[in-house]
């Protein structure tokens, strides 16, 4: 019979994993970018299957279930997750919500950000940050990105500002982290609020520090495809203790209002299942991260001498990635004029799992209907709408999307002789390109 989880279980194995030190994308569902399909018999990398579950798991959720304590406030599980989170990233806060979205609406409602407001935001990002921003009637405004890092360029934010600016939102994209240094120096000038969409970052870190604590607050998601996943889920991290009980207050209906509230509020409560399926996803999440590491340095190592292909850069505060995504840009001229899908689809023939990344978000039908959307004339005015179809034209965003590719993050948990045969496979698309390009 197999065992109960019990709590000196979970510290006994947490502590082997890490998690007594201190301790995203199946591509995110329809509206993420779908990967190519592989048409190979036998596939050259086998990715881990992901969730990856055990006996903890299991036992987690059974004792949930005999509790009959199932929702926040009932049980312990989201207690001892945000409690083991928040230590994790040397947050003093941590606020478990329901998704990454919902954390992200959380800090925007209990800062009062709504209608006349402006977010700054990088076009190269999942749809989701511009939801939590819309659906708070603020007004997003891309700044373009650098393309050989894949986030937002810092250097770029400053001509998206106006009087009207309230929260500069950076995506730590893939795993990587922004670069925060110029970000916050940019903030403490203008007295902005920065809000971290950490989203796709746990673990990674600037400058030896864990993303989610160089803004007021940072935001995190633990959908399916992610690092540390409980299916859905999400979290708030900040070291004010102030905007904490705000946040606690807004995703709980407003209710234990202990900090002046601005009389809004959602439910965004996590489960008690989704706490302890997460706290027992913990116990091998600083493993995990250490094999991608060392996996996705391995093979930039072995792409940088393959003509053609940028792995994606870190910048140099970026102490730790998450490793989310493997990114990396694709030269087409460097192999025979072989076009991306051509390439990708020829990676997909020899049993390499991949994607071609975002497409342009500010481009989008979804994004563009803002342009037109009655309520936003009202708040804004036709003209301000116009003009922010002109505002949010990315050239370096265009090019990125068009150069991309991506492998998620299970394709880099395997064994390094993996990473061997995805470079063997790209060396030999780059031997027959001229071949497939003809084709």
């Not at 207050?249 to 965004?268: E, L, W």
């Amino acid at each position: 019979m197999k065992s109960e989880f019990s709590r000196r279980k979970f510290l006994r194995q947490s502590a082997g994993a890490g998690l007594g030190l201190g301790l995203s994308h199946a591509l995110a569902r329809a509206a993420e970018p779908t990967p190519a399909a592989s048409a190979a018999a036998k596939p050259a990398v086998a990715p881990t299957a992901w969730p990856v579950s055990d006996e903890l798991d299991e036992s987690a959720l059974r004792e949930v279930l005999r509790s009959g304590k199932w929702g926040r406030g009932n049980g312990r599980m989201v207690a001892e997750f945000e409690k083991a989170f928040a230590g994790r990233s040397g947050a003093a806060h941590c606020i478990a919500t329901s998704c990454g979205t919902t954390a992200l609406q959380t800090v925007l409602g209990a800062l009062d950000i709504g209608p006349g407001d402006e977010v700054v935001m990088p076009p190269y990002t999942f749809v989701a940050t511009f939801n939590a921003i819309t659906a708070n009637f603020a007004l997003p405004v891309f700044a373009d990105v650098d393309p050989r890092t894949f986030q937002i360029d810092a250097g770029k934010v400053a001509a998206a500002l106006t009087a009207d600016t309230r929260v500069l939102m950076p995506v730590h994209l893939g795993g990587a982290v922004a670069d925060m240094d110029a970000i916050n120096a940019l903030a403490r000038g203008r007295r902005l609020t920065v809000i971290e969409d950490a989203c796709q970052a746990p673990l990674a870190e600037w400058r030896g520090r864990a993303v989610g604590t160089h803004g007021l607050a940072g935001c995190f998601s633990f959908q399916a495809s992610k690092n540390l996943t409980s299916g859905e889920g999400g979290a708030v991290l900040t070291n004010d203790a102030d905007l904490a009980a705000r946040c606690l207050s807004f995703h709980d209906q407003g209710k234990i209002p202990t900090a002046p509230m601005p009389g809004r509020g959602s439910n965004y409560r996590l489960t008690e299942f989704q706490g302890a399926l997460l706290l027992a996803q913990l116990t091998r999440f600083e493993r995990q991260s250490k094999t991608r590491a060392e996996n996705a340095a391995y093979l930039s190592q072995q792409l940088r001498e393959i003509g053609g292909l940028a792995p994606v850069e870190l910048h140099e505060g970026c102490t730790r990635s998450a490793w989310h995504l493997y990114m990396f840009r694709y030269e087409a001229a460097r192999f025979a004029g072989l076009t991306r899908a051509k390439f990708v689809r020829a990676l997909a023939k020899e049993g390499v799992p991949c994607s071609t990344g975002y497409t342009p978000l500010n481009a989008t039908p979804h994004v563009q209907a803002l342009a037109t959307n009655r309520h936003y004339w009202k708040i804004y005015g036709e003209k301000t709408m116009k003009d922010w179809v002109a505002r949010s034209q990315c050239p370096a965003n265009d090019r990125l999307c068009g150069e991309a590719v991506w492998f998620t993050q299970n394709l880099l948990l395997g064994p390094r002789s993996d990473m061997d045969r995805l470079a063997d496979v790209m060396r030999k698309i780059q031997r027959t390109a001229p071949e497939l390009a003809r084709a």
